[in-house]
């Protein structure tokens, strides 16, 4: 359990609490660089867990739930400030428990992602990334509707997403 990989996760898992303050309070800057940390530390940590065999269903989950939390919590900042619908932020909480519970990981097993799921997971950083740089660098675009209208996109991928994971979980039983 303790592993590189594991030490980046957890830095960026000790990320949430500030950068979801930072949002909340309109430090555009401090949010901006602890975002960048986020994406940097989950590019990283997947590679050099594999790069040094130290992959795991503990390490798999521990990445994928900070992942789900540091997006979900700082969704939530977002909508909490008028950015984006407040739908969004739990409905990316629940599909990540679906996602843990069908794929078995409380048993050990590894993830498995859809296709749809891996793309909607960059699109929440994505998504969280949008109005934070924006704000930090002092952009006028995008704008703010359409910054709210990707976050319906992503409501609407994410039920979609959601549906076929519980279709496929009732077909294979």
């Given at each position: ?138 952009l006028g675009w995008p704008t703010d509707a359409l910054i ?26």
């Open positions: 359990m303790i592993t590189w990989a594991n030490g980046l996760t957890l830095l960026r898992a000790l990320a949430i609490v500030p950068a979801v303050w930072a949002i909340a309070g309109g430090h555009w800057h401090l949010a901006a660089g602890l975002f960048v940390l986020a994406v940097i530390t989950d590019l990283a940590d997947g590679p050099m867990a594999r790069r040094y065999g130290h992959s795991s269903a503990f390490g798999g989950l521990f990445d994928h739930g900070t992942d789900a939390l540091f997006v979900s919590t700082t969704l939530a900042a977002l909508a909490w400030t008028g950015y984006i619908t407040p739908y969004l932020p739990p409905l990316v909480a629940l599909a990540f428990i679906q996602y843990m519970f069908d794929s078995s990981a409380l048993a050990g097993a590894n993830l498995r992602t859809s296709l749809i799921g891996r793309y909607n997971g960059i699109a929440y950083f994505v998504m969280v990334g949008i109005p934070v740089i924006r704000e930090a660098l002092g709210a209208a990707l976050a319906w996109v992503l409501v609407a991928t994410t039920s979609v997403s959601m549906l076929e994971r519980g279709i496929t979980l009732i077909r294979r039983r």
